[in-house]
């Protein structure tokens, strides 16, 4: 019989030799027949700890490594997207304003004092 092969994402490679993989897949609702996305994650045995968050692998099945492993990691289908992080110099960035150096705004008149002066104005 041969052995199933799942496509997922790594969602955690917190456990030593254990990433856990999120498998989904689209179904059609029985009654409103919207398609659905369906995921179930799957915990696959990575010997050498190769692979991390984030990266797209295909996993197969194998007999029980233990209580949760029962699929192994077969090859790596995508790379993860590191997102680009910079840090800017604190001396180089530009001066933040001050609060003396913003100029000041008139305060708004509430509604009442608005009715009061209108009715000065009339009389």
Known sequence: MPKRV???TV???????????????????????????LSKKYHAHDADNAFH?????RI???APVSKLKTWAVVDRLGVAKA??????????????KTPEAAPEKPAK??????A????????
């Open 6 to 8: 799942l496509t997922g």
């Open 11 to 37: 969602v955690s490679d917190k456990g030593d030799k254990t990433i856990v993989v999120r498998v989904e897949r689209r179904v059609k609702h029985p009654l409103y027949g919207k398609i659905i996305k």
């Open 53 to 57: 968050t984030g990266e797209i692998v």
């Open 60 to 62: 197969q099945e194998c």
């Open 83 to 96: 997102a680009e992080i910079e840090i800017a110099d604190p001396e180089t960035s530009a001066p933040t």
């Open 109 to 114: 008149a509430s509604k009442k004092a608005k």
């Open 116 to 123: 009061k002066a209108d009715a000065d104005a009339d009389a």
